[in-house]
Protein backbone atom coordinates (compact mmCIF):
# COMPACT_ATOMS: atom_id res chain seq x y z
CA UNK A 1 0.00 0.00 0.00
CA UNK A 2 1.01 3.27 -0.68
CA UNK A 3 1.30 6.39 1.45
CA UNK A 4 -0.12 9.52 0.26
CA UNK A 5 1.63 12.65 1.42
CA UNK A 6 -0.36 15.98 1.90
CA UNK A 7 1.40 19.26 1.94
CA UNK A 8 0.24 21.82 4.75
CA UNK A 9 0.38 25.17 3.65
CA UNK A 10 3.04 27.25 5.51
CA UNK A 11 2.15 30.01 7.67
CA UNK A 12 4.47 32.53 6.43
CA UNK A 13 3.35 34.99 4.06
CA UNK A 14 4.92 35.12 0.42
CA UNK A 15 7.20 36.97 -0.59
CA UNK A 16 6.05 40.24 -1.68
CA UNK A 17 7.00 39.98 -5.52
CA UNK A 18 3.92 37.46 -5.52
CA UNK A 19 1.80 40.02 -3.89
CA UNK A 20 2.12 42.49 -6.84
CA UNK A 21 3.30 40.18 -9.93
CA UNK A 22 3.38 36.53 -10.87
CA UNK A 23 5.73 37.26 -13.71
CA UNK A 24 6.46 39.80 -16.36
CA UNK A 25 3.57 38.41 -18.37
CA UNK A 26 1.06 38.10 -15.41
CA UNK A 27 -1.06 41.00 -14.35
CA UNK A 28 -0.31 43.54 -12.09
CA UNK A 29 -1.88 43.75 -8.69
CA UNK A 30 -1.71 47.38 -8.30
CA UNK A 31 -2.76 48.31 -11.58
CA UNK A 32 -6.25 46.35 -11.58
CA UNK A 33 -6.89 46.94 -7.82
CA UNK A 34 -6.76 50.91 -7.40
CA UNK A 35 -7.21 52.52 -4.49
CA UNK A 36 -10.47 55.41 -5.04
CA UNK A 37 -8.96 57.36 -2.31
CA UNK A 38 -5.62 57.85 -3.60
CA UNK A 39 -6.86 58.30 -7.34
CA UNK A 40 -7.34 61.60 -7.93
CA UNK A 41 -9.82 61.04 -10.94
CA UNK A 42 -11.74 59.17 -8.02
CA UNK A 43 -12.44 62.13 -5.67
CA UNK A 44 -16.08 63.75 -5.48
CA UNK A 45 -15.98 66.78 -7.91
CA UNK A 46 -17.88 70.23 -6.21
CA UNK A 47 -18.48 73.44 -8.11
CA UNK A 48 -17.22 76.99 -7.22
CA UNK A 49 -19.92 78.54 -9.19
CA UNK A 50 -23.14 79.43 -7.00
CA UNK A 51 -26.34 77.31 -7.70
CA UNK A 52 -29.30 79.12 -9.03
CA UNK A 53 -31.25 79.62 -5.86
CA UNK A 54 -28.07 80.44 -4.20
CA UNK A 55 -27.70 83.48 -6.69
CA UNK A 56 -31.61 84.46 -6.60
CA UNK A 57 -31.13 84.65 -3.06
CA UNK A 58 -28.55 87.00 -2.69
CA UNK A 59 -30.10 89.46 -5.16
CA UNK A 60 -33.23 89.47 -3.39
CA UNK A 61 -30.78 90.36 -0.24
CA UNK A 62 -28.98 92.84 -2.50
CA UNK A 63 -32.48 94.89 -3.66
CA UNK A 64 -34.02 94.73 -0.14
CA UNK A 65 -30.75 96.83 1.40
CA UNK A 66 -31.13 98.68 -1.79
CA UNK A 67 -34.18 99.55 -1.09
CA UNK A 68 -33.82 100.38 2.66
CA UNK A 69 -31.33 102.89 1.81
CA UNK A 70 -33.40 104.59 -0.47
CA UNK A 71 -36.11 104.96 2.28
CA UNK A 72 -33.51 106.37 4.81
CA UNK A 73 -32.78 108.80 1.66
CA UNK A 74 -36.96 109.56 1.34
CA UNK A 75 -37.13 110.27 5.32
CA UNK A 76 -33.92 112.34 5.22
CA UNK A 77 -35.87 115.11 2.79
CA UNK A 78 -37.50 117.60 4.68
CA UNK A 79 -36.40 116.03 7.91
CA UNK A 80 -35.82 118.32 10.92
CA UNK A 81 -34.24 116.03 13.27
CA UNK A 82 -33.36 111.95 13.32
CA UNK A 83 -32.91 110.42 16.66
CA UNK A 84 -31.79 106.80 17.21
CA UNK A 85 -34.13 104.54 19.61
CA UNK A 86 -31.94 101.53 21.17
CA UNK A 87 -34.93 98.16 20.35
CA UNK A 88 -32.74 95.53 21.49
CA UNK A 89 -35.88 93.54 22.77
CA UNK A 90 -38.59 94.93 21.30
CA UNK A 91 -40.86 92.51 19.46
CA UNK A 92 -43.35 93.24 16.69
CA UNK A 93 -45.78 93.97 18.46
CA UNK A 94 -44.38 96.43 20.93
CA UNK A 95 -43.36 98.43 17.77
CA UNK A 96 -46.89 98.30 16.16
CA UNK A 97 -48.14 99.93 19.82
CA UNK A 98 -45.44 102.67 19.80
CA UNK A 99 -45.73 103.34 15.81
CA UNK A 100 -49.64 103.96 16.39
CA UNK A 101 -48.73 106.37 18.76
CA UNK A 102 -46.54 108.94 16.66
CA UNK A 103 -48.00 111.82 14.79
CA UNK A 104 -48.30 111.61 10.94
CA UNK A 105 -45.12 114.21 11.40
CA UNK A 106 -42.70 111.16 12.27
CA UNK A 107 -42.00 107.94 10.93
CA UNK A 108 -40.04 104.98 12.38
CA UNK A 109 -37.89 102.88 10.30
CA UNK A 110 -35.94 100.31 11.58
CA UNK A 111 -32.46 99.72 9.51
CA UNK A 112 -28.52 98.16 9.41
CA UNK A 113 -26.46 101.00 10.98
CA UNK A 114 -24.26 100.62 7.69
CA UNK A 115 -27.29 100.88 5.36
CA UNK A 116 -28.19 104.06 7.28
CA UNK A 117 -24.57 105.48 7.08
CA UNK A 118 -24.70 104.76 3.36
CA UNK A 119 -27.26 106.95 3.06
CA UNK A 120 -26.29 110.06 5.19
CA UNK A 121 -22.61 109.55 3.15
CA UNK A 122 -21.80 113.22 1.93
CA UNK A 123 -24.92 115.06 3.89
CA UNK A 124 -25.38 116.67 6.92
CA UNK A 125 -26.99 114.23 8.97
CA UNK A 126 -23.18 111.88 8.60
CA UNK A 127 -23.19 113.17 12.13
CA UNK A 128 -25.18 110.85 13.46
CA UNK A 129 -21.75 108.59 13.24
CA UNK A 130 -21.37 108.41 16.88
CA UNK A 131 -24.65 106.66 17.29
CA UNK A 132 -23.95 103.80 15.18
CA UNK A 133 -23.54 101.40 17.96
CA UNK A 134 -26.09 98.38 18.72
CA UNK A 135 -29.17 97.68 17.41
CA UNK A 136 -31.23 100.93 16.32
CA UNK A 137 -34.47 102.10 15.26
CA UNK A 138 -34.59 105.37 13.87
CA UNK A 139 -37.14 108.03 14.11
CA UNK A 140 -37.64 110.91 11.73
CA UNK A 141 -39.17 113.89 12.59
CA UNK A 142 -40.61 116.08 9.85
CA UNK A 143 -41.44 119.08 12.27
CA UNK A 144 -39.77 122.09 13.57
CA UNK A 145 -41.90 120.91 17.31
CA UNK A 146 -39.08 118.70 18.36
CA UNK A 147 -39.93 118.77 21.92
CA UNK A 148 -43.48 117.60 20.91
CA UNK A 149 -42.21 114.55 18.31
CA UNK A 150 -39.85 113.27 21.14
CA UNK A 151 -42.86 113.05 24.05
CA UNK A 152 -44.19 110.18 22.74
CA UNK A 153 -41.67 107.64 22.78
CA UNK A 154 -40.66 109.44 26.23
CA UNK A 155 -44.84 108.51 27.94
CA UNK A 156 -43.89 105.06 25.84
CA UNK A 157 -40.53 104.11 27.51
CA UNK A 158 -42.09 105.06 31.18
CA UNK A 159 -45.50 102.99 30.55
CA UNK A 160 -43.44 99.70 29.08
CA UNK A 161 -40.64 100.37 31.55
CA UNK A 162 -38.09 100.38 28.72
CA UNK A 163 -35.45 102.71 30.96
CA UNK A 164 -32.83 100.54 28.71
CA UNK A 165 -34.25 101.31 25.63
CA UNK A 166 -33.33 105.08 25.31
CA UNK A 167 -32.91 107.20 22.80
CA UNK A 168 -29.02 106.25 21.26
CA UNK A 169 -28.37 109.98 19.96
CA UNK A 170 -29.86 112.39 17.45
CA UNK A 171 -29.05 115.20 15.05
CA UNK A 172 -30.81 118.44 14.82
CA UNK A 173 -29.36 121.18 12.61
CA UNK A 174 -26.58 119.85 11.56
CA UNK A 175 -25.46 118.52 15.30
CA UNK A 176 -24.60 115.86 17.32
CA UNK A 177 -26.41 115.52 20.89
CA UNK A 178 -25.36 112.48 22.64
CA UNK A 179 -27.03 110.71 25.68
CA UNK A 180 -25.72 113.39 27.79
CA UNK A 181 -27.06 115.82 25.80
CA UNK A 182 -30.51 114.76 24.84
CA UNK A 183 -32.73 116.83 27.49
CA UNK A 184 -31.57 119.94 25.64
CA UNK A 185 -33.61 118.85 22.63
CA UNK A 186 -36.58 117.79 24.87
CA UNK A 187 -36.39 121.23 26.54
CA UNK A 188 -36.44 123.43 23.31
CA UNK A 189 -39.05 126.04 23.25
CA UNK A 190 -42.31 125.47 21.23
CA UNK A 191 -43.53 127.37 18.74
CA UNK A 192 -45.45 128.62 20.45
CA UNK A 193 -43.14 130.47 23.07
CA UNK A 194 -41.34 131.65 20.63
CA UNK A 195 -43.86 133.31 18.80
CA UNK A 196 -44.92 134.74 22.18
CA UNK A 197 -41.16 136.26 23.16
CA UNK A 198 -41.13 137.37 19.40
CA UNK A 199 -43.86 139.40 19.37
CA UNK A 200 -42.91 140.80 22.66
CA UNK A 201 -40.05 141.84 21.33
CA UNK A 202 -41.22 143.81 18.34
CA UNK A 203 -43.76 145.29 20.74
CA UNK A 204 -40.70 146.23 23.06
CA UNK A 205 -37.57 148.38 22.85
CA UNK A 206 -34.94 148.46 19.80
CA UNK A 207 -32.79 146.00 22.28
CA UNK A 208 -34.68 143.73 22.93
CA UNK A 209 -35.54 142.77 18.81
CA UNK A 210 -31.67 142.90 18.52
CA UNK A 211 -31.04 139.80 21.58
CA UNK A 212 -34.16 138.36 19.63
CA UNK A 213 -32.40 137.99 16.21
CA UNK A 214 -28.75 137.10 17.73
CA UNK A 215 -30.40 134.24 19.22
CA UNK A 216 -29.93 130.36 17.60
CA UNK A 217 -31.16 130.40 14.03
CA UNK A 218 -33.81 128.40 14.82
CA UNK A 219 -34.92 131.24 16.73
CA UNK A 220 -34.17 133.72 13.96
CA UNK A 221 -35.85 131.89 11.20
CA UNK A 222 -39.07 131.84 13.83
CA UNK A 223 -38.42 135.64 13.78
CA UNK A 224 -38.31 135.93 10.42
CA UNK A 225 -41.18 133.88 10.00
CA UNK A 226 -43.53 135.62 12.73
CA UNK A 227 -43.09 139.40 11.15
CA UNK A 228 -43.74 138.09 7.83
CA UNK A 229 -47.06 136.92 9.59
CA UNK A 230 -47.73 139.84 11.85
CA UNK A 231 -48.04 141.62 8.09
CA UNK A 232 -49.93 139.79 6.43
CA UNK A 233 -52.28 139.80 9.52
CA UNK A 234 -51.94 144.05 9.49
CA UNK A 235 -52.36 143.93 5.32
CA UNK A 236 -55.51 141.83 5.57
CA UNK A 237 -57.14 144.45 8.47
CA UNK A 238 -56.42 147.17 6.22
Known amino acids: MEATLFTIPSSKPPPLQYLYSYSADAFSFKSHFNNPFLASSHWPKFSSKPSPLHRIRAAISRTKKEETVEKVKEELQDCFLVAGISYKGFTVKRFQEFRSQLPESSKLLVAKNTLVLKAIEGTKWEALKPCMKGMNAWLFVHTEEIPAALKPYRAFQKEKKLEENDFTGAVFEGKYYGTEEFKALENLQ ?41 LEEENAGQ
Open 190 to 230: TRAEIYSQILGSLKGPASAVVGTIQAPARNLVMVLKAYCKK
